[in-house]
């Protein structure tokens, strides 16, 4: 798209349309448009302003709750709390299960572990600029708090609104001892329906860490309606579905580290 010429440009697209972050503009315009809506001998007029501002700031926020045994090893749960914003003045990408859900439930672990501490340190990151790019999970590897070969495992948390069918582990292949272990613990107390694997993506912000050594999973939920970088990602949309299973899995499996 940045060697088109300028201009305006109709791209018709087949099924859902998604909208995404940009971090630079183009000369062109270019609108994608349901085939199903494009419009046959009507005449559409469309005003369109944007703005690039390179000095917005957004931060990463951090906490941690010292282990009891190995304070200088860490336990490390991830999330990211931005989303897409908004599309002109009336359009809101609510962002409901992309990713308050994942937040709302790294919040919660916070919140057992703290009444719960562990033989490790358990830290909690909430990533800011995943959409963009993994901006955030970029910048904390490259200027970590504490080093990250005191991180024993990391685990990511993202679209968490509901696991009827289940998880995903991603990165699953490579950390083959976290996943069979989950697994282990998941027959014997018959939490989820089945728990999935793939191989490493670059789809969200345990990628970076992965990148950089530290042993890391991504998880998210099988389940619910497919609402995705739209504007019905509402949290009425979300059942929570096996998602309180989801969670005692995973306090399950620290404890057991």
């Not at 970590?144 to 069918?165: R, S």
């Amino acid at each position: 798209m940045q060697q088109l010429p300028r201009g305006c440009y109709i791209i018709p697209q087949t099924g859902k349309l998604i909208w995404t972050v940009a971090t630079d503009t183009m000369s062109s315009t270019v609108f994608y448009v349901a085939d199903t809506s494009l419009p046959k001998g009507k005449k559409v007029e469309v005003t369109v302003q944007n703005k690039l501002d390179k000095k917005a700031v957004s931060k990463n926020v951090l906490g941690f709750i010292p282990g009891n045994l190995v304070p200088d090893s860490f336990i490390v749960f991830t999330a990211h709390y931005d989303h897409l914003g908004k599309m002109g003045s009336r359009t809101v990408f609510p962002g409901a299960n992309d990713n308050a859900s994942g937040t709302s439930f790294m919040l919660a672990l916070a919140k057992y572990f703290k009444e719960h501490p562990q033989k490790y340190s358990i830290a909690f990151i909430a990533f800011s600029g995943e959409e963009a790019g993994l901006l955030g999970s970029r910048y904390y590897v490259e200027h970590p708090i504490f080093p990250l070969g005191k991180i024993k495992f990391l685990l990511n948390i993202d679209l968490m609104g509901d696991a009827t069918d289940g998880i995903t582990v991603v990165n699953a292949i490579e950390q083959k001892d976290a996943y069979e272990r989950l697994n282990s613990i998941n027959t014997s107390k018959e939490y989820l329906p089945k728990i999935n694997s793939r191989d490493n993506s670059r789809n969200s912000d345990h990628y970076p860490f992965t990148q950089s050594g530290v042993p890391a999973v991504f998880i998210y939920a099988n389940g619910g309606k497919g609402y995705y970088h739209d504007v019905f990602d509402k949290p009425k949309e979300l059942s929570l579905n096996n998602i309180p299973q989801v969670f005692l899995l995973l306090t399950d499996f620290v404890s057991s580290l």
